[in-house]
Structure formats: structure tokens, C-alpha cells
């Protein structure tokens, strides 16, 4: 038995005389307790929720391990740790509530594990500008939470909504289930601050919109923690809804369910939720409806009277197709139902690899994406389900989000590659983008350079002018080419 | 010894953690390591012979009050996170514990109280009557008035009643690393109550509660008398109309719902049918409240264990409560770790007490 575990990506660490003198400079900053190399922390930040982690952990392992854990507190605390850590060229790697789907908190090359738990406060609710300011390490729900007691919501939530941070929303561009009438999380966002690792702040205006030159903080949407650590936003808010309408409709053929979709968000209809599932989705979330047909599931919410003639407007243009109303009871379920993925833990432990992989895509080749992609995926051998749902509709397009569940005969970790390899394929050759809003960690970053193309390489170079030391989580966004993690 | 359900603690240690902000240990260290999922995962682990039990893994497997606030959302109906740690950890049966907790353990082994030499008025009263009372020792060594309030409620309702040289139930030495110890104070209390020829075991500590319904049973210890928590019992005497509460000073309450009463007792209305029999008390809800309870900081010893967080949890589970209510409740722990110089905290007997004085 070991005090720590074997790591499996550690791709190099730092020396330890470098990091026990960081620790001593660190200590004076955050103080002692706010710094750790205590093997329990070390092991606790060396993993978010991408599921290679799992499999790893089955097998007594970790993925890679920090050196030392800092917590700081304050903007001002992460300045002066950052630029400790860059002037000893120390990788850094943020850390917020572990949620992250494709590895992107793994501290593959050691160094600082910064867990922004303790920026914990919501600032300021700003009622008549319907705007709030919220430290980033903010857990999801207690900021949903704190917003509802004051009488608004954030309208942002993801499926991780109870395990994910304000900083991850913004760091991995995330994407919540009301998306279609709040926006997805740059909607939401007025202003961020940040800190890069030479110390400077990066700060936005908290004003609506501003023509002064590119936005520098919307730079740091998505950027995962390769440029700079988020550590305030500023984010809108809205009163809490006055009615809330569901429906549901049930579709013999997907195609024209999309097509529905489609033209309610042509008639300027803006339901919170949409999600179209195909059949076997539709059996698996609505065992009352069987697993032939394809379910539309639509929540309305706002003003009364808004909510009256959307929903109208959405029911007239439902009863032109060959629609079938189903009622609001199928709504309701998965309302209640929506943060539970415990079937993933499930199956895991009945010998299953299960992921789940979203992806964007125009109208014109919505359905097309999802045949490709479950075609592909069914094609790996062992592969028992490829299945998907649309949600994040918008006029021009949709999000698409498979789920595929393999119970391998051979190594776990080889037929995780391969589904992924068989649908990022498949959804390039559609034309679609690899990702809607999981973002691209680690694993991801093996398709960046087919995704971007000559972008790829105006990120490196906006990297460099960011981080020119290259401290900046290491390894994620597919920045380098020579990575550890290889398909 | 209780067996650890892998299963169940493997869907935890696999799953992202939809419970993290339901634990009060994690919202108040704000460290990943005492996350629920990350604390299964090193029980997992250890379980496996993965990794090994050094003072920082149990340190962080122990920071879990037992106050099943994950198991609020939990996903996983038979999943009990806070048994399964506190299993995992005494798994080899062995002497398990902390430096810092050695002289309660001590304590224990020496006086049958953690918290040392055990009060002198702790008698043997009404010897062969049918009820017999159990304050628990921190009660006992905190809150004197506690126990007079509960017999001064029997006298008043004329419950024939007796109380013993209680031992510490047991489950704060296994809490520490001790389960050997743990047997030994709960078959020393075992004999006491079967020598007392009471049928009915009334206790006011919801973790004496759990540990005679539930350890002592696991230990081979059935106790021969129906177990009532005193929630439960002063509602009972109240109506059978054997106690007539009066108006008090006290014009509004809200009343913090303890962890186990609550989620695993299921006692919730009983204090509050309690609270709604004294003439004109208003009684107002806090913000988490009945089962979705915060827990005060106080679980599983952690008023000994780790003061600084019992502490800091406490005051945030204050500020759920609204500035005009006193608190009332119903737990020795709760009741210290709630009690500070700014807010009044009562305890649900002696209000009752007082009412019907």
C-alpha cells in the first residue's frame, strides 16, 4: 500500500527544492494553512470527473499529481502567488469544483494545484441594473441559491450545476439546460476579471456592451486555464419567472421533429429549454413513451402573458407537423430528474465505459451529424448503445449530444480512445464543431489542430503573449503537439 | 463490525458529486480532499489496499459529521456515505486514531465520558420504574440544566422514572479510532439496562439514539426496551394531556431541525407540535429546515474532533435563521454549538419545562 498513488500521465515534475521554496515565499502570502503538500490534498486535486480518471482509480491510480495545493482568497493573493509561480517557472493549475469532463484540472506536470474554493462570494446583487458580481470559486447551485432567495435567477444550469463553479462556467465556455431563453454562459457574462501570470489584472467594463477595441476578458472565455485564472465576473441576472408553461410533443420521425424546432425558433419563440431526443433516448428517459418515437420537450418561462403567446404560437406550430401532444407530466420528470447521471456510476461498475460527446452543428446537417456519428460510434465493436438528444437550440443551429455506452471486451482505456477517435471523425467530416460546451481538457485537445486549422497557431501565439513561461495549465486547449496524452 | 457496501461507495467515489454543496465540511474548509466523492474515493482506495491509512487519509475520511446532508440529493437510495467512511476506516478492527484525539480516548477509557470525570449529580433514582432516561455525556458535562428540565417534565406529567451511572453509548471511541473500546462502554451500558428492569429507554441525544438502534444491534446488543427519542416522548405526554404548557416569555421561535432527528429519526413535526401547543409562541421556519437540515457543526464529536470547522459551520448554519427568532432545538450538540453571546439558543425540554412550570 502506498501513501500516494501511482500517477499515469505525469508527464514531469518539478524539483523539489524549487517548490519548497516557492512554499516558503507562498506561506507568507496565504498562510500556512492555505498551502499544503499533504498527500490527502495531492491525491484529492489530481483528477476532475473525465471518466479515464475513473477507470484509473479502480486500478489503485491517479492521472498526475501537484506538488502543492494553494487556496488564496483574494485577487490580490492570486497575484502575488502567480507571480511567485511564473518568476520559479512553476506550472500552475487551476482548480474549482472538479467537474470537468476531458482532464482538464490534471496537473500533468506537477507544480501548483490553485483551488479557488475560498473565492466563495457573491459581491454585489445589483437589482436595478439585473446584474450580479461573483468571485469565481463559487459553487453553482449555492450561487442559484443565493439568487433565488434575493428574488432572481442566474439562468445558467448545466446538468453540473450542483458539482461545477462560476470560474468553470466560464473557463470551459460552458452551456446550461434554459440556455435558449437565458443564453449560454458568454450570453450571461457582462465582464471577468483575471489575473495572468506575471501579475497583471485583466478587467472588463461591467457596462452593456462596449465598441473600445477587442474585449480582452471575453478572450478568456474558454480558455481553460491556459492564459490566466479567472477570478471575478460580473454576470446578468433576471427576476425570478412569473409563469412557467411545459409541454412535450412526441415525433414519429426525428427529421421533422428537427425541422419543428427549427421553425419555432424562425417565429422569434424563445422556450427556455428545447430538447429533442431520438428513440432510444426517448425510452430510456420516458419509459412511458416508448422507445419508437421521438420526444420534444419544451419549457416556457417569463411574463405571464409572454409565456401565453409563446406557447400558443409553439402549439400552433407543432399541430402542422405530425406532432403529438403529450402532455406536461413527461416535463415535470425530467425537471426532477435532470441532475441525475447516477446510472453513469452504475453501469461503470458492470464493466461499461460510458461517455457522453457534444458537439455543434448547423440546421442543414443536424440530423445527418447525429447518423454519422452514431454509425460511427456503433461501428466500434463493443460500443451497446449510441444514442442522442438536441438541446441549445438557436436559429441557426443546434447542439447535438451523443451518449454512448461499451462494455469492452479488451483494455478499458483502448476502447475509450477509439469511440472517441470514431466520433470526433465522424463529426468532422459532417462539418460540425467538436465541441458545444464540455470544452477540450485534455482529451479534446487531440482534435484542436482539424477543428481550427490555422487558428490553431494564433492561440499558441496569444498564449505566448499571455504566458510566456508557459506555466499555465500545461498540456490542455491541444496547445502543444508533443503531449503525454496521444490518440 | 458493520461491513463497508462497496458498491454503494464505489457509485460515490465514480460519481461528480452532485451532493458537494450539502456538505457543510467541504462549503467550510473549502478543500477538495473532504469532498464527499474525494473521501470515497480514498475509502475505495484504502478498501482495495490501494492506499494506506496514514495520518493525512484519516484525518480527511474523519472529516465527515455523520450528518447525511449528501444523502439529501443523493441519487443512490441505499447509499449512506457517512457510515461507509466511518466503516472503511475501521475495517482492519484495529486501533485506528490521531494524536489529537488520544487524551478524549483516554478519557474514555478512564471515566466513560469523553470530556473526563463525569458530574456528581448523576444518581440512581426511582430504581425498577418503567422509563428510564439516558442524557448522554454531553449533556451531562455541558448542559446540567438539560437533564433537570427533562425531570422536572416527568414529575410535572408523574412518568415513573429512573436514571443511571450512564457510560458514554460508545460511538464517539469508534469515531476516534477505538471500536474495541467502543464495545466495551456499550455492553457496560447494555448490562446497566438490562439490570434496571425499565422497558422504556428515553434519551435526548440523537447519537445515543443512533447507536443504540443501530450499533448496538451490529454489536449483538439488542436492548431489551423500546428505544424513544424525547421528542418523541414529550408528545406523547402532551397528548395524553399529562402536561398543561402556559404562555412563556418567548413570543417567536424557529426551530433547528438536529441532523439525525431529522433524516434518519424522521422527527420533524414532533418538536414542532411540541412548540405549537405553547400559547402564544410563533414558530418560524429557518432556511434549510426538517429533513433538508444544515447540520450545526457539532456531528460526530466534532465540537473535540476539529473545533475550528464545528465552529465555522455553526456560524453559517446561524445565519439561516431569522434575526427575530430565539432557536429552539433538540441536541446537546447543536444546542453548544449554536449557543453564542449574540444569539439565544433554548433547548426544546427546558422551554418545555419552563411552560409547564
Known amino acids: 500500500m502506498q501513501n500516494l498513488p501511482q500517477t499515469i500521465i505525469q508527464e514531469s515534475l518539478v524539483d523539489q527544492e524549487i517548490i519548497d521554496a516557492y512554499a516558503q515565499k507562498a506561506k507568507l502570502i496565504v498562510g500556512e494553512e492555505n498551502i499544503s503538500n499533504n498527500p490527502a490534498d495531492l491525491i484529492a486535486n489530481s483528477r476532475d470527473y473525465w471518466p479515464v480518471n475513473n477507470i484509473w482509480m479502480i486500478a489503485g491510480s491517479v492521472p498526475a499529481l501537484p506538488q502543492l495545493v494553494v487556496w488564496p482568497e483574494t485577487t490580490e493573493e ?107 454562459i458568454e450570453d450571461i457574462t457582462v465582464s471577468l476579471e483575471a489575473v495572468l501570470p506575471d501579475g497583471t489584472i485583466l478587467n472588463g467594463r461591467s457596462v452593456p456592451r462596449t465598441a473600445t477595441g477587442p474585449r480582452l476578458d471575453q478572450l478568456m472565455l474558454g480558455s481553460e486555464g491556459v492564459l490566466g485564472i479567472i477570478t471575478k465576473a460580473t454576470l446578468r441576472i433576471w427576476p425570478l419567472p412569473e409563469k412557467r408553461q411545459m409541454v412535450s410533443y412526441t415525433f414519429d420521425n426525428l427529421e421533422v421533429a428537427l425541422q419543428c424546432i427549427r421553425q419555432i425558433m424562425r417565429s422569434g419563440a424563445r422556450p427556455a429549454v428545447v430538447r429533442l431526443y431520438d428513440p ?72 461499461a465505459v460510458l461517455d457522453t460527446i457534444e458537439v455543434t452543428t448547423n440546421w442543414h446537417n443536424a440530423y445527418r451529424v447525429y447518423l454519422a456519428m452514431q454509425k460511427a460510434l456503433n461501428a466500434v465493436e463493443g460500443t451497446m448503445l449510441a444514442s442522442g438528444h438536441y438541446s441549445h437550440v438557436y436559429p441557426d443551429g443546434a447542439a447535438l449530444y451523443m451518449t454512448t455506452v461499451g462494455f469492452p471486451g479488451e483494455d478499458k482505456l483502448i476502447f475509450y480512445k477509439k469511440i472517441w477517435q470514431a466520433a470526433m471523425e465522424a463529426c468532422l467530416a459532417e462539418g460540425a464543431a467538436i465541441s458545444h460546451h464540455h470544452g477540450i481538457g485534455l482529451h479534446r485537445g487531440l482534435w484542436m489542430a482539424e477543428e481550427h486549422g490555422a487558428g490553431l497557431n494564433i492561440l499558441r501565439r496569444v498564449k505566448k503573449a499571455f504566458d510566456p513561461e508557459g506555466i499555465m495549465n500545461p498540456g490542455k486547449l491541444g496547445l502543444e503537439e508533443n503531449s503525454i496524452w496521444q490518440k | ?200 429507554l428515553v434519551t435526548g441525544c440523537p447519537e445515543c439514539w443512533l447507536t443504540f438502534s443501530s450499533r448496538y444491534p451490529e454489536w449483538n446488543l439488542e436492548l431489551p426496551l423500546e428505544i424513544i427519542p424525547a421528542p418523541t416522548f414529550f408528545l406523547k405526554l402532551l397528548e395524553e394531556h399529562l402536561l398543561q404548557p402556559k404562555v412563556t416569555n418567548l413570543s417567536t421561535v424557529s426551530y433547528h431541525d438536529p441532523c439525525i432527528w431529522a433524516r434518519t429519526a424522521g422527527i420533524m413535526e414532533e418538536p414542532r407540535s411540541i412548540l405549537n401547543r405553547i400559547p402564544n409562541l410563533t414558530v418560524i421556519e429557518p ?41 429552539v432545538t433538540s441536541c446537546p450538540f447543536c444546542l453548544e454549538g449554536l449557543t453564542t453571546k449574540e444569539r439565544k439558543v433554548i433547548d426544546l425540554a427546558e422551554l418545555l419545562a419552563e411552560a409547564c412550570s
Open chain 1, 280 to 351: 432510444q433516448e426517448t425510452g430510456n428517459h420516458f419509459p412511458a413513451l416508448g422507445d419508437q418515437r421521438s420526444a420534444l420537450i419544451l419549457l416556457i418561462e417569463g411574463a405571464e402573458k409572454l409565456v401565453a403567446a409563446e406557447t400558443e404560437l409553439i402549439r400552433e406550430l407543432a399541430r402542422a407537423t405530425d406532432a403529438v401532444d403529450s402532455g406536461s407530466e413527461h416535463v415535470e420528470h425530467w425537471l426532477e430528474k435532470r441532475f441525475d447521471i447516477s446510472v453513469a456510476s452504475m453501469l461503470f461498475q458492470k464493466g
Open chain 2, 1 to 200: 463490525m458493520a461491513e463497508v457496501n462497496m458498491e454503494q461507495l464505489l457509485n460515490c467515489a465514480l460519481c461528480p458529486n452532485m451532493c458537494r454543496c450539502d456538505c457543510p465540511v467541504l462549503q467550510a474548509l473549502a478543500q477538495e480532499k473532504v469532498a464527499p466523492a474525494a473521501k470515497a474515493r480514498f475509502a475505495a482506495m484504502h478498501m482495495h489496499d490501494h492506499l494506506s491509512l496514514s495520518e493525512e487519509i484519516i484525518e480527511a475520511l474523519a472529516n465527515c459529521l455523520g450528518c447525511r446532508g449528501c444523502t439529501v440529493l443523493c441519487p443512490f437510495p441505499e447509499l449512506n456515505l457517512c457510515d461507509e467512511l466511518l466503516n472503511s476506516r475501521l475495517k482492519e478492527h484495529q486501533l485506528i486514531t490521531l494524536p489529537s484525539w488520544e487524551p478524549y480516548l483516554a478519557n474514555l477509557k478512564k471515566y466513560g465520558s469523553p470530556y473526563g470525570q463525569k458530574p456528581p449529580h448523576v444518581h440512581k433514582t426511582g430504581k425498577g420504574a418503567e422509563v428510564i432516561y439516558f442524557a448522554g455525556c454531553t449533556t451531562l458535562a455541558n448542559r446540567p440544566q438539560s437533564l433537570a428540565a427533562v425531570e422536572n417534565i416527568f414529575q410535572q406529567a408523574k412518568v415513573s422514572y429512573q436514571l443511571m451511572d450512564e457510560d458514554c453509548c460508545g460511538y464517539p471511541a469508534e469515531t476516534w479510532g477505538n471500536p474495541d473500546l467502543a464495545y466495551k462502554l456499550a455492553t457496560e451500558n447494555y448490562r446497566k439496562f438490562k439490570e434496571s428492569g425499565a422497558k422504556t
Open chain 1, 78 to 184: 492570486v497575484v502575488e502567488l502567480l507571480k511567485l509561480a511564473n518568476s520559479f517557472k512553476i506550472p500552475v493549475t487551476p482548480y474549482g469544483e472538479g467537474s470537468g469532463t476531458l482532464g482538464g484540472a490534471i496537473p500533468i506536470r506537477g507544480g501548483l494545484s490553485f483551488d479557488l474554493k475560498r473565492m466563495n462570494r457573491i459581491l454585489q446583487i445589483d437589482d436595478d441594473n439585473l446584474i450580479t458580481h461573483v468571485e469565481c470559486g463559487l459553487n453553482g447551485a449555492l450561487y442559484e441559491t443565493s439568487l433565488n432567495q434575493a428574488g432572481f435567477t442566474g439562468g445558467h444550469f448545466p446538468q453540473s450545476l450542483r458539482c461545477s463553479s462560476v470560474g468553470g462556467w466560464l473557463a470551459c465556455r460552458a452551456a446550461g439546460q434554459f440556455s435558449t431563453r437565458y443564453g449560454k
Open chain 2, 287 to 327: 432556511l434549510a429546515s426538517k429533513d433538508h437540515t444544515h447540520c450545526c457543526g457539532g456531528g460526530r464529536m466534532f465540537q473535540l474532533s476539529f473545533p475550528k470547522t464545528a465552529e465555522s459551520i455553526a456560524v453559517t448554519r446561524l445565519q439561516e435563521f431569522p434575526a427575530q427568532s430565539a432557536i
